[in-house]
């Protein structure tokens, strides 16, 4: 028999259903195996060891210590992987694969929670890398500050919060515009255009609630007070929740042209 | 066993299509065939769980698509060979089937060997031609090795040689007991490999049957070099006969009854087909206009 029918096509088959763990793993493989996925990826690693080291060696001795060093280094991570979870999501629809990943796997929600899954794998991924590297820098050019290796459990929960919260406002973003620049646009702008509508002072008190850049800075300048825990799940609500819902909803019901 | 059960989809008011009933068989080639927009695609992608029926249901060996528990073990589809990520190795998007569908790695280099790329497996989709685009979705619909495949416009793009190629590959699939459902708005295409025949005009079926029981009947092609004696001939026989051009003709008769009709006139005959060149050419149009006057 050659490769078109290896079987005698009549007799009726059984399959078993592609495993949530193989999904993940696909889509992982699929973030990195085309050219822009790979150079997205391979530069966010570069610079994550570049600005790790950058900063335990420049600037003030106080600044030589773990948790900025760590800061540092997870500023490519936060700034460019959601990128990489946008176009997880969004690359299906402008570069129209949806029709043959869906025609594979036709029950969207599971395709669509399998990326989820991966983005988080990556945010963790580059977590630990930012984390080795920090430790490694601070280790070799670090000073002998008091506070050099004080990193507590709350800061260790802050700092992950950070990089899987951006990683899943990116997600968001891009199920609920399944394009890629619009997405991307909002991702950047959107912090900006809180700051531009809070200098209207009567938007002030409310705009801090629904900043996205509460996900951002507060969360790995020190311990937070919980008016700003607070302010990280609302605004979470508005940037993750509410576009999640919409991407599923979207990508649910859509006709898949 | 691809099967459509009143089918109907339509997009805002725009009626895409309208109570869509057709089977396809195993071990036959169902030639899908219609006018741009005739709703050939929609047919498909409601087929394959892409777009939802707003009534009716379509199934693959008696289930619908989303009940198919690994659905590209089951049915190789391929419906837009342009839709590929360009950035990707052509390997690479059999890879990813192949890890997807669960099937052995050795099977991506059988397909692309099989279907005529192996030489350029590493490069990336958006550097192949249409063509090599076609040849790669149909290497991804085959890897599952599937029992059925469903095909929208897969010429499309391919030269004389590959047409022929994938003529004889669909031929040996159904052969084998596979069932095909092609879809071609190329007449030619379908009327060389369709066993089967459906043929759909602004969204409804108009004509199916089997491509003998469709084609037959619609009179005999013929050619003569002397077009005043067969004019006379077909006269005196007494059979309807309409001109296509000054030395050819459609006679509403059999062959055996006109190359009578020819030996009694005295007339050379050089060409005589019950199925003529023009027979599907002339059924098609004839379907669709009709269906265009009545809309």
Not at chain 1, 206 to 226: C, F, N, R, Y
Not at chain 2, 16 to 28: E, L, S, V, Y
Request: glycine share 10%; charged share 20%; net charge negative.
């Amino acid at each position: 028999m050659n490769a078109i029918a290896e079987h005698s096509s009549i007799q009726p088959r059984s399959f078993s259903r592609t495993g949530f763990a193989q999904l993940v793993r696909i889509e992982l493989r699929k973030s990195i195996d085309t050219r822009a996925g790979f150079w997205l990826l391979a530069a966010t690693a570069l610079l994550t060891i570049l600005a790790a080291v950058a900063r335990a060696v420049s600037g003030e001795d106080a600044q030589h210590a773990i948790r900025p060093v760590l800061e540092a280094a997870l500023i490519p991570t936060n700034v460019l992987l959601p990128v990489v979870g946008i176009l997880l999501i969004t690359s299906e629809w402008s570069q129209r694969t949806a029709l043959s990943t869906f025609v594979q796997v036709p029950n969207r929600m599971r395709v669509l929670a399998a990326k989820c899954a991966a983005g988080v794998a990556l945010g963790f991924g580059f977590y630990a890398i930012a984390v080795v590297m920090s430790v490694l820098a601070v280790a070799a050019f670090g000073s002998n500050v008091s506070d050099q290796w004080v990193f507590g459990t709350e800061l260790a929960t802050q700092f992950t919060a950070y990089v899987i919260l951006g990683m899943l406002m990116g997600l968001a973003l891009g199920a609920a515009m399944l394009a890629s620049a619009p997405a991307i646009v909002t991702y950047f702008a959107a912090p900006a255009a809180v700051v531009v509508l809070a200098s209207f002072n009567a938007l002030e008190p409310v705009l801090k609630w629904i900043d996205p850049s509460s996900m951002a800075q507060p969360m790995t300048e020190a311990v937070m007070s919980s008016e700003e825990v607070a302010q990280v799940l609302t605004s979470a609500a508005v940037w993750i929740a509410l576009p999640m819902v919409i991407g599923l909803w979207r990508i649910g019901r859509a006709d898949i042209d | 066993m691809i099967e459509f059960n009143s089918v109907t989809k339509s997009f805002g008011s725009q009626r895409a299509i309208d109570d869509i009933t057709f089977t396809c068989k195993p071990g036959t080639i169902t030639g899908f065939l219609g006018p741009n927009g005739a709703g050939k695609s929609t047919s498909m992608r409601v087929l394959c769980g892409l777009s939802r029926a707003d009534s009716g249901d379509a199934t693959i060996f008696g289930r619908g698509f989303a009940q198919l528990e690994n659905p590209g073990r089951e049915v190789g589809v391929l419906l837009d060979a342009s839709a590929q990520h360009a950035g990707r190795k052509g390997r690479e998007v059999l890879a990813i089937t192949a890890l997807t569908l669960g099937v052995r790695p050795g099977r991506v280099d059988e397909l692309l060997e099989l279907v005529g790329l192996a030489g350029a497996a590493e490069k990336r989709v958006g550097n192949y031609s249409l063509g090599m685009k076609q040849r790669l979705g149909i290497a991804n619909a085959l890897l599952g090795d599937p029992r059925a495949l469903v095909l929208d416009e897969p010429a499309n793009g391919l030269d004389p040689e590959g047409i022929r190629w994938l003529r004889g590959l669909l031929r040996e699939f159904a052969d084998a007991g596979g069932t095909v459902l092609l879809s071609s708005h190329l007449l030619k295409e379908i009327d060389a490999v369709a066993d089967d025949l459906v043929i759909i005009a602004g969204g409804k079926v108009v004509s199916e049957g089997t491509r003998d029981e469709l084609l037959d009947g619609r009179g005999t092609t013929v050619k003569s070099p002397d077009p005043i004696g067969m004019t006379r001939a077909f006269e005196s026989a007494g059979i309807e006969f309409r001109a296509i051009d000054e030395a050819t003709w459609i006679a509403e008769s059999d062959a055996l009854s006109v190359s009578r009709a020819a030996l009694d006139g005295g007339v050379l005959l050089t060409h005589l087909d019950e199925q003529g060149e023009n027979a599907l050419e002339d059924l098609f149009f004839d379907l669709v206009s009709d269906q265009a006057a009545a809309a």
